[in-house]
């Protein structure tokens, strides 16, 4: 019993090793073209594909934004993406619960990588695994929605502690949830001190302007 369990967390190790490689591959990829890649991530129905609908509409004039969308299976978040006029890449993991960096290496060539100043990794909806897996991302953004509650930052430390940035959602349904976003605060800056924190309603439109201008920041340092 003891050695199958040794053998598996060697196998385990393996494939993050390998992975991390083809993430770097990416990475310097995307350097070598002026690209800035996020990766967000969170729960699903945490309002990832809202957000970044909402953020291609603010950052259109100024920047040129290409995405890719990670899902189990449909294409129906890409369709939403490619009406507001980005250029949109759908991987369907066909039952994985996370995106790798080889994935990614997959389909990046579909895009004319010289042309775009940000790409935006949606990540398939999941606390869990996509934190493990660096798919060569400059950030990994997190969105946590205030229905899901405030004790996910003692639940899930790993993608608080990844994470650069921590948008928390849907602010405009507080007064119908028990929620702390002061909790939720807290907590997270235990695991992270670091981590930047945006309360934002992507459906009110709400808070957006300081997670913008991260993001602009971020792309003129560059
Ligand atoms: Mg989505
Ligand atoms: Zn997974």
Same mark, same amino acid.
């Given at each position: *019993?003891?050695?199958?369990?040794?053998? +598996?967390? /060697? =196998?385990?190790?393996?494939?993050?090793? $390998?992975?991390?490689?083809?993430? &770097?591959?990416?990475?310097?990829?995307?350097?070598?073209?002026?690209?800035?890649?996020?990766?967000? *991530?969170?729960?699903?129905?945490?309002? +990832?594909? /809202? =957000?970044?609908?909402?953020?291609i509409? $603010?950052?259109?004039?100024?920047? &040129?934004?290409?995405v890719?969308?990670?899902?189990?299976?449909?294409?129906?978040d890409?369709?939403?993406?490619?009406?507001?006029?980005?250029?949109?890449?759908?991987?369907?993991?066909?039952?994985?619960?996370?995106?790798?960096?080889?994935?990614?290496?997959?389909?990046?060539?579909?895009?004319?990588?010289?042309?775009?100043d940000?790409?935006?990794?949606?990540?398939?909806?999941n606390?869990?695994?996509?934190?493990?897996?660096?798919?060569?991302?400059?950030?990994?953004?997190?969105?946590?929605?205030?229905?899901?509650?405030?004790?996910?930052?003692?639940?899930?430390?790993?993608?608080?502690?990844?994470?650069?940035?921590?948008?928390?959602?849907?602010?405009?349904?507080?007064?119908?949830?028990?929620?702390?976003?002061?909790?939720?605060?807290?907590?997270?800056?235990?695991?992270?001190?670091?981590?930047?924190?945006?309360?934002?309603?992507?459906?009110?439109?709400?808070?957006?302007?300081?997670?913008?201008?991260?993001?602009?920041?971020?792309?003129?340092?560059?």
């Open positions: *019993m003891k050695e199958v369990f040794k053998i +598996k967390v /060697t =196998l385990v190790k393996n494939i993050l090793e $390998a992975n991390t490689r083809i993430a &770097e591959q990416n990475r310097k990829l995307f350097a070598d073209r002026n690209v800035m890649a996020i990766n967000i *991530m969170s729960a699903p129905g945490a309002g +990832k594909t /809202t =957000l970044i609908e909402r953020t509409k $603010a950052l259109k004039q100024n920047f &040129e934004i290409a890719i969308e990670g899902d189990i299976q449909s294409t129906y890409a369709e939403k993406i490619a009406a507001t006029g980005a250029s949109v890449v759908q991987i369907n993991t066909g039952g994985a619960c996370h995106l790798d960096g080889n994935m990614i290496s997959e389909v990046v060539d579909q895009f004319d990588l010289d042309l775009i940000l790409l935006i990794i949606e990540n398939v909806g606390l869990v695994c996509p934190a493990e897996f660096d798919v060569g991302e400059n950030f990994k953004v997190m969105l946590l929605s205030i229905p899901e509650g405030d004790d996910k930052p003692l639940k899930y430390p790993l993608i608080f502690n990844e994470s650069s940035v921590l948008l928390i959602n849907k602010i405009d349904l507080l007064p119908y949830v028990d929620c702390s976003v002061e909790k939720i605060r807290r907590e997270s800056l235990k695991i992270n001190p670091d981590l930047e924190i945006f309360e934002i309603s992507c459906r009110k439109e709400e808070g957006l302007v300081g997670w913008y201008k991260w993001l602009e920041k971020k792309m003129e340092k560059r």
